[in-house]
RNA sequence: GGCGAUGUAGCUCAGCAGGUUAGAGCAUACGGCUCAUAUCCGUAGUGUCCGGGGUUCAAGUCCCUGCAUCGCCA
């Protein structure tokens, strides 16, 4: 058996979050766990790196759009290994093997008739840089730049999608699996009962350089979408090849659900024009929402994965994102949340049961698994071991099905099992009589094999927990690599096998809980009834307490470019790196020029919410002092930092 | 405006195709153990299953309607 598992390949304009990781970690954990299986695997992630928008941003920090996706995609590429990933393949959409199959499949395409000529003509945005639907428009203005958009017609290659519209219902209806979960099956059902319109798959060269141009018209280069889809073929070394062969009937596609639609409508379509048999799979998840609220660079809560695997370790950041969230639905990140899952399932549940088995066995039985003597085996030691076949079951199916949190519910059930299993035998109660050293070996007996179990079927999600786990059970080679199905298998621990001292697989997190403190003398009040409602410290007028304070989040952030905002003498709108790109507007321009703002360092507030302002959003809020001098004149004074400060940093 | 999803214990959610006292985890309270990472085990709960109608012997579970939140489309 073959699997093809992939990510989308990453928009270079920002730097990797928690969505990108977490489409990432799935693509990792589903290809772990086929490997698991024994299927032979193929994992493919990469980065898209063609368009307007690239080519904008890498001109906006005066780079080469080549010098500019190069320095992002390696960021991309860096990361995954701090989360355990690792990809048999790595994509960029500026391989020129990549180009070429671009080219190959637009031709192919093109010979068929699928691709046509035409005149669009439009309402384009030059801010935007599109063109607008008359519905996006608000009084005949864009609303972003608040401008009239230009009548423009434009020619352009389009292609012929809707000629698969019915094909693609039909493929979609009798292929319930097609696109999972089905709330974005029943999405795409609904999108393609309207007729479907043709896709533009060029941009002109007159406005846009940054891409692969048409194999038939050099005037044009290709739209983005068209370009990026065919990473998944190009990665597999498309039109020919073993891989091909091997992987493209198996491919299974993990996406968010904001590209939903270039997936499961452009992308089948694309591959029935040039006659190849569609992928087999989508998979479509959520988002993920920061404490509430989505996770926004304008809002300055990006979640970075780095700064996660540096706060609790990357087996706990690739559980909690499995476990927390179902797959499809949004769920929500904090720190709360992860240390709770940290602490309760990882720490407490499987860490301590690991650690305290082990102890028992080098305590009361020097260390060596000691054999099972079947005539004390009891009702509830077979219980234990039926369970353990069920949770095999539901962990495979859930897997299967991407109900990732499913499966860890199932292997975390047989954890506590395991818990009351050593209560209810009481491993120290039989210790004290030599008479009961049978059952006491048998009890020890069947504490290693269900830890040797539970690493194995942990390992697709928590890889380093897992080797740690098998290191201190000493498993041979041949042990470790078994499948699930040969290693689920009860009994396979040899007898005699010497253990090492258990390693704490997860040290427990401290809580910052700062709101238990409590200042109150001891004695204050008598004794009796324990005062739990602590009283809330009045409200003092004027004074805000600490946590109020938190809520601001105030960042260094570098101005970059600055301009005055057309038609307002106070206002000039900045661009920041702090440390993403921002648009702040701050109205200083009585005070300040354009020109001797760039390349200052400012404080912002980070976290405020974006505000329009003459035609400008404005995310965040430059600090500055402000006095009036003796003789009535108002002079304002941008905040800064004493010393040069890397952009973003927090301060507090 | 059209289509769709969701609304269940303080919190996060399970409840598959209608059937006895509605479940799990976390959090809370009390009790127990000592092998263990101040961990674990047991007990105790509380719920107008969003509101209102209806179908049925029987509805959290089906139908209609209203409200709220979210998504897609226009």
């Known amino acids: 058996m073959t699997t093809y598992i992939t990510t989308p390949i990453y928009y270079v304009n920002a730097l990797p979050h928690l969505g990108h990781a977490y489409s990432t970690i799935v693509a990792d954990s589903y290809g772990r766990y086929k490997k698991l299986c024994g299927d032979q695997v193929r994992f493919q992630t990469g980065t898209d790196e063609h368009g307007e928008?690239?080519?904008?941003?890498?001109?906006?920090k005066n780079l080469s759009p080549?010098?500019?996706?190069?320095?992002?995609?390696?960021?991309?590429?860096?990361?995954?290994?701090?989360?355990?990933?690792?990809?048999?393949?790595?994509?960029?959409?500026?391989?020129?093997?990549?180009?070429?199959?671009?080219?190959?499949?637009?031709?192919?395409?093109?010979?068929?008739?699928?691709?046509?000529?035409?005149?669009?003509?439009?309402?384009?945005?030059?801010?935007?840089?599109?063109?607008?639907?008359?519905?996006?428009?608000?009084?005949?203005?864009?609303?972003d730049h608040l401008t009239a958009p230009d009548e423009i017609a434009e020619q352009n290659y389009f292609f012929r999608m809707s000629n698969y519209q019915d094909w693609l219902i039909n493929h979609i209806k009798e292929n319930p699996e097609f696109i999972t979960p089905q709330r974005y099956r029943n999405e795409v059902l609904s999108f393609l009962s309207e007729p479907l319109e043709d896709l533009c798959i060029s941009r002109?060269?007159?406005?846009?350089?940054?891409?692969?141009?048409?194999?038939?018209?050099?005037?044009?280069?290709?739209?983005?979408?068209?370009?990026?889809?065919?990473?998944?073929?190009?990665?597999?070394?498309?039109?020919?090849?073993?891989?091909?062969?091997?992987?493209?009937?198996?491919?299974?596609?993990?996406?968010?659900?904001?590209?939903?639609?270039?997936?499961?409508?452009?992308?089948?379509?694309?591959?029935?024009?040039?006659?190849?048999?569609?992928?087999?799979?989508?998979h479509v998840h959520g988002y993920w929402n920061v404490d509430e609220t989505k996770m926004s660079k304008s809002i300055g809560n990006v979640v970075r994965p780095a700064e996660l695997v540096d706060a609790y370790g990357v087996d706990t950041v690739r559980y909690f994102v499995l476990r927390e969230m179902s797959f499809g639905l949004d769920s929500s990140f904090g720190t709360e949340a992860i240390t709770a899952r940290h602490n309760s399932d990882l720490a407490n549940d499987l860490g301590n049961v690991f650690s305290r088995c082990l102890t028992m066995i080098h305590k009361y039985n020097g260390g060596g698994v000691p054999a099972v003597d079947e005539a004390v085996l009891t009702d509830e030691d077979r219980e234990l071991i039926d369970a353990i076949g069920v949770m095999h079951e539901t962990y495979c199916r859930s897997m299967d099905e991407f109900?990732?949190?499913?499966?860890?519910?199932?292997?975390?059930?047989?954890?506590?099992?395991?818990?009351?299993?050593?209560?209810?035998?009481?491993?120290?109660?039989?210790?004290?009589?030599?008479?009961?050293?049978?059952?006491?070996?048998?009890?020890?007996?069947i504490l290693a094999e269900t830890l040797r179990i539970l690493a194995l079927v942990i390992k697709p999600i928590m890889p380093g927990a897992s080797a740690r786990m098998e290191e201190c059970l000493t498993l041979s080679d041949e042990l470790r690599s078994l499948t699930l199905d040969k290693g689920v298998v009860w009994g396979l621990?040899?007898?005699?096998?010497?253990?090492?001292?258990?390693?704490?697989?997860?040290?427990?997190?401290?809580?910052?809980?700062?709101?238990?403190?409590?200042?109150?003398?001891?004695?204050?009040?008598?004794?009796?009834?324990?005062?739990?409602?602590?009283?809330?410290?009045?409200?003092?007028?004027?004074?805000?307490?600490?946590?109020?304070?938190?809520?601001?989040?105030?960042?260094?952030?570098?101005?970059?470019?600055?301009?005055?905002?057309?038609?307002?003498?106070?206002?000039?709108?900045?661009?920041?790196?702090?440390?993403?790109?921002?648009?702040?507007?701050?109205?200083?321009?009585?005070?300040?020029?354009?020109?001797e703002l760039v390349g200052k360092q400012v404080i912002i507030v980070a976290n405020l919410q974006p505000r329009k302002l003459m035609g400008e959003t404005s995310h965040g809020m430059v600090l500055a002092a402000k006095e009036t001098t003796p003789d009535g004149e108002e002079r304002l004074v941008l905040s800064t930092v004493s010393d040069a400060i890397a952009p973003g940093s927090k301060v507090s």
């Open 493 to 595: 621990t040899s007898v005699g096998t010497a253990l090492s001292k258990p390693a704490q697989l997860f040290p427990r997190l401290e809580k910052k809980k700062k709101k238990k403190q409590v200042q109150q003398p001891a004695n204050a009040e008598g004794s009796g009834k324990k005062k739990k409602q602590e009283k809330k410290s009045e409200p003092v007028e004027g004074v805000i307490d600490f946590a109020d304070f938190l809520k601001v989040e105030l960042r260094v952030a570098k101005i970059t470019a600055a301009e005055k905002v057309k038609k307002a003498d106070k206002l000039i709108k900045l661009t920041l790196l702090a440390p993403e790109e921002r648009t702040v507007v701050a109205g200083i321009a009585k005070f300040y020029t354009p020109e």
């Open 204 to 282: 002109p060269v007159s406005r846009l350089t940054w891409g692969i141009p048409l194999p038939f018209d050099e005037k044009f280069v290709t739209y983005v979408w068209f370009d990026a889809l065919i990473n998944y073929l190009t990665g597999l070394g498309y039109p020919e090849g073993q891989d091909f062969e091997n992987f493209w009937p198996v491919a299974e596609h993990v996406i968010a659900k904001d590209i939903l639609k270039p997936h499961a409508i452009f992308w089948p379509t694309m591959l029935k024009s040039m006659g190849v048999e569609p992928y087999k799979r989508l």
């Open 403 to 445: 109900a990732f949190h499913r499966a860890l519910a199932a292997v975390w059930e047989i954890v506590g099992r395991l818990n009351k299993f050593v209560v209810t035998n009481a491993p120290w109660e039989l210790a004290k009589d030599p008479a009961n050293t049978p059952r006491l070996h048998t009890v020890l007996y």
């Open 53 to 60: 928008k690239i080519a904008q941003a890498a001109e906006g």
């Open 66 to 143: 080549k010098e500019y996706v190069d320095g992002i995609s390696a960021a991309f590429r860096g990361t995954w290994p701090t989360l355990a990933i690792e990809p048999d393949n790595f994509i960029r959409t500026t391989d020129p093997g990549h180009i070429k199959t671009v080219q190959d499949v637009l031709q192919k395409v093109y010979d068929k008739g699928d691709i046509y000529f035409s005149e669009y003509s439009g309402l384009y945005c030059k801010g935007c840089e599109r063109f607008l639907t008359e519905k996006e428009l608000v009084d005949g203005k864009c609303p």
